[in-house]
């Protein structure tokens, strides 16, 4: 009998030591244009991050949304720096980076930038990022074009970015 009870003990210790989240990142699907293949990840094996990955099937471009867990209340203008420091250390003949918004959504902080880079090998790519602090965690989006985009294509996924946000299921009105 005392096998069962140490064994029961264990799965309801177990159970409360895990982390139930009431955020949720709210991403609409599909994605805009093209055919996107969707791959999930936990990069360099870290337990608390989480990224969904879609690649574009006809070309290099991806699109990318990060889940750093237990991150609250992050200073997005320190995101910001470190993703442009190590896009200054990659892109030796052009980098540039310019905020396009800073405001409150759903009565999350979020910070909207575009960066591009040009490096000496004739790598390109322009980088929509999106990125919520949230109460549990932060949140980033990124869609990455290996060549210079159209200006439509340009407004059609800065359109797609704004509804991107971070719901609360406590909430009163929840996680639609």
Same mark, same amino acid.
């Given at each position: 009998?005392?096998?069962f009870?140490?064994?029961?003990?264990?799965?309801?210790?177990?159970?409360?030591?895990t982390?139930y989240?009431q955020?949720?990142l709210?991403?609409p699907?599909?994605?805009?244009?093209g055919?996107w293949t969707?791959t999930?990840?936990?990069p360099?094996?870290?337990d608390?991050?989480?990224?969904m990955?879609?690649q574009?099937?006809?070309?290099q471009d991806?699109?990318?949304?990060?889940?750093?867990? =237990? +991150?609250?209340?992050?200073?997005?203008q320190?995101?910001k720096?470190?993703?442009?420091?190590? %896009? $200054?250390?990659?892109c030796d @003949?052009l980098f540039?980076?310019?905020?396009?918004?800073?405001t409150? =959504? +759903?009565?999350?902080?979020?910070l909207t930038?575009v960066?591009?880079c040009?490096s000496?090998? %004739? $790598?390109?790519?322009?980088? @929509?990022?999106?990125?919520?602090a949230?109460?549990?965690s932060l949140?980033?989006f990124?869609r990455?074009w290996r060549?210079?985009?159209?200006q439509?294509e340009?407004?059609?996924w800065?359109?797609?970015?704004?509804?991107?946000?971070?719901?609360?299921?406590?909430a009163?009105a929840?996680?639609q």
């Amino acid at each position: 009998m005392k096998p069962f009870y140490l064994c029961f003990f264990l799965l309801l210790l177990s159970g409360c030591s895990t982390t139930y989240y009431q955020e949720r990142l709210q991403q609409p699907m599909p994605l805009p244009e093209g055919e996107w293949t969707m791959t999930r990840l936990h990069p360099n094996d870290l337990d608390l991050v989480t990224e969904m990955r879609w690649q574009d099937k006809n070309s290099q471009d991806l699109v990318q949304s990060f889940v750093f867990e =237990q +991150q609250p209340n992050v200073n997005l203008q320190d995101t910001k720096r470190i993703d442009d420091e190590q %896009g $200054q250390l990659n892109c030796d @003949l052009l980098f540039d980076s310019q905020i396009l918004s800073q405001t409150q =959504q +759903q009565g999350y902080p979020q910070l909207t930038w575009v960066s591009e880079c040009k490096s000496k090998t %004739g $790598q390109y790519s322009k980088v @929509l990022h999106k990125a919520i602090a949230g109460k549990e965690s932060l949140y980033v989006f990124n869609r990455i074009w290996r060549t210079q985009p159209l200006q439509t294509e340009w407004d059609l996924w800065l359109a797609y970015s704004n509804r991107i946000y971070v719901c609360d299921q406590r909430a009163a009105a929840g996680c639609q």
